[in-house]
């Protein structure tokens, strides 16, 4: 069974330009989330999918960010503009259907976003 | 809200050694707990859990960990240290009561020295 799918693994990208990164979750895990993570610090939530509903976004910094997962199946994460500060790497999490707050996530490999 | 502090930033063992990364949560409440590890340019990948029962948990590559509520730790141990146990490792809550976010900590990366 495949994992958890990101892409792309890395991009460097100048202040002010569009990035994109694209997830696509294990297959018929409903649920999908979004994290960030700083360099030598733990994954910070931006953003919980279930199915196609954003359940939780409260930590998702609206006026540059933005989501997708129009079908309840792949998701997309955009910033723009880029800022310095959102270099950091990108992490894709799932988790199956029915998951409680015991249930694992499964998390992609991440994407690392280098802005200058 | 949740915090989850994890002493350490670098721990270093050598080969052989036991391996003891601490976790703390601020909960009046147990939440769930968990131990993530991430190789290097990898995701994160579950090592153990603890939900209920048992307050010692096994799990993979030969690590456990014990929920002690008194405490309010979540201690990862592995009795002998492996190369290949080099890695950055993260403890992480979920609230029992308000949905399925995780708070995670900042992490301790392992070094294991010949």
């Known amino acids: 069974e495949a994992g958890v799918v990101q892409s792309p693994r890395y991009k460097i990208i100048e202040k002010k330009q569009p990035v994109a990164f694209w997830c696509n979750p294990i297959s018929g895990h409903n649920t999908l989330y979004w994290y960030r993570q700083n360099l030598g610090q733990g994954p910070e939530l931006l953003i919980r999918?279930?199915?196609?509903?954003?359940?939780?976004d409260s930590q998702l910094p609206k006026d540059r960010f933005s989501a997708e997962r129009l079908k309840g199946v792949d998701s997309t994460l955009k910033i723009q503009p880029a800022e310095l500060g959102d270099s950091a790497v990108y992490l894709c999490a799932s988790s199956p259907p029915g998951a409680l707050r015991t249930d694992t996530q499964y998390f992609g490999p991440g994407t690392r976003l280098t802005v200058l | 809200a949740q915090s989850v502090t994890q002493l350490g930033s670098h721990v270093s063992v050598s080969e052989g050694a036991l391996v003891l990364l601490r976790c703390n949560y601020s909960s009046s409440v147990p939440p769930y707990l968990f131990w993530y590890v991430q190789y290097p340019n990898q995701g994160l990948q579950l090592l153990l859990k603890?939900?209920?029962?048992?307050?010692l948990v096994k799990g993979i590559n030969g690590f456990e960990a014990e929920f002690k509520k008194s405490e309010t730790s979540f201690h990862l141990t592995k009795p002998s240290a492996h190369m290949s146990d080099a890695a950055e490792y993260f403890c992480?809550?979920?609230?029992?009561?308000?949905?399925?976010?995780?708070?995670f900590g900042p992490g301790t990366r392992l070094s294991v020295l010949p």
């Open positions: 603890y939900t209920t029962g048992a307050t």
């Open positions: 992480a809550v979920s609230e029992r009561n308000y949905g399925q976010n995780f708070v």
């Open positions: 999918y279930e199915n196609e509903e954003a359940v939780d």
